[in-house]
């Protein structure tokens, strides 16, 4: 099957989604389907960061040109059908707001190719609360008859599937999580990959990692406050590594910490790729994010898969963690967020039972292979 992606941009810095689309169509690559990716920014700088991927190699890439930062006219654009790959046969949108993924499906519609939408969460209320008015306007404009046009919306999990039905999106609903394509024995022999910093402050004594966005949404605030209030009563030496691009709230991010007593203990060490960020997270003792939203994070199901137990807030809308026993899930509160760091230092058997738990809950629901074919059979049956 010729299966065309779309997204504004594949910067690992932009967060999950740019990581998500690479990687299941690597996954449908491997199952033998020709699989091109299309993207503003010249996507192939940026293959590097992905090189870690299995099928990664095996894809195409398209470059489009972006004239301005924010195109809006493309808002209103269906001619990049001349973008497209010789007998496309669908496209898998990913991101609703972005001005290069309407434009595409506007696109195919007009050359009669079936597509979906991915919203990745940007369809959530807390995400539609955000510059409300403009989206209200965008989905008003047209945006809204884009998606119902879909061939089907795919949402990660039923929170989202909830969520996308609240703004009136009447095309078929369908639940395909994000996945997973490495294993714990391929992770174990990553070594070697850390500088020389991050691996003195990994073996100085137990690490909490964040390694996400530095952004607001990802309750940072929480976190760091949390930690503040567990550290009397975290083991000695206990440190909290916070890993991840971005820029725009690092100002207020590090006010707080400047304001704590724990901020010896804070270290922010800037964005980790590849085998690298494999390594970091397969040797910390932990794994938290605080967010107050999530789409379907991959950071967490990379966690699962390093072996590393997760500390995460209900709104990153992950209930198998908890239903498995495969994780702690706490609300937005800073003392039960420290409470729960205090229990897990302090419980050694709790942290073997969440590690088997979550390895067995990842190779069973979340391996991309999986995935990438659940993708293909609604591909050709809607």
């Not at 090189?51 to 808002?75: C, E, M, N, W, Y």
């Not at 790729?273 to 939203?293: D, N, P, V």
């Not at 039972?353 to 809607?382: E, G, K, M, P």
Request: glycine share 4%; hydrophobic share 40%.
């Amino acid at each position: 099957m010729n299966i065309l992606h779309v997204i504004d941009s594949l910067n690992p810095a932009d967060g999950g989604p740019p990581s998500v689309v690479v990687q299941l169509a690597s996954a449908q690559a491997l199952l033998g389907h020709r699989v091109h990716i299309m993207s503003f920014n010249n996507p192939v700088q940026f293959l590097p960061k992905y090189a870690h991927i299995k099928g990664s190699d095996k894809l195409q890439f398209i470059d489009v040109p972006q004239t301005r930062k924010a195109p809006i006219d493309l808002f209103f654009t269906s001619d990049l059908h001349k973008y497209f790959p010789s007998n496309t046969e669908f496209i898998h949108g990913h991101g609703n707001w972005y001005p290069l993924v309407i434009a595409t499906c506007r696109s195919a519609r007009k050359a009669n190719i079936p597509y979906t939408i991915a919203p990745h969460g940007m369809l959530d209320h807390w995400c539609m609360q955000q510059k409300k008015l403009k989206k209200s306007i965008s989905l008003k404009l047209g945006l809204r008859n884009i998606l119902n046009k879909s061939a089907f919306i795919h949402c990660l999990n039923k929170h989202e599937t909830i969520e996308v039905a609240k703004n009136q999106i009447t095309a078929p609903l369908k639940t395909i999580p994000n996945g997973i394509d490495l294993t714990y024995d391929e992770i174990e022999n990553i070594t070697g990959t850390l500088d020389q910093s991050i691996s003195h402050l990994l073996n100085s004594g137990p690490t909490i990692l964040f390694l996400s966005r530095i952004h607001y949404k990802k309750g940072l605030d929480y976190l760091v406050n949390s930690f503040d209030k567990a550290l009397p009563n975290l083991p000695s030496g206990t440190n909290l590594i916070i890993a991840g691009p971005g820029s725009n709230y690092l100002n207020e991010l590090n006010t707080i910490i400047n304001s704590l007593n724990a901020k010896p203990h804070i270290h922010l060490i800037g964005p980790v790729y590849g085998s690298a960020k494999f390594e970091l997270i397969r040797k910390a003792s932990c794994f938290a994010l605080t967010s107050r939203q999530e789409g379907f994070s991959v950071a967490i199901l990379e966690a699962l898969t390093c072996k590393t137990p997760v500390i995460v807030s209900h709104d990153c809308h992950f209930p198998e963690l908890e239903q498995h026993n495969a994780g702690i899930c706490v609300p937005l509160d800073t003392d039960i967020i420290a409470q729960a760091l205090v229990n897990f230092f302090n419980d050694p058997q709790l942290a073997q039972t969440l590690q088997a738990n979550a390895y067995n809950l990842v190779n069973a629901q979340y391996q991309w292979r999986h995935i990438a074919q659940t993708c293909i059979d609604l591909y050709t049956t809607n």
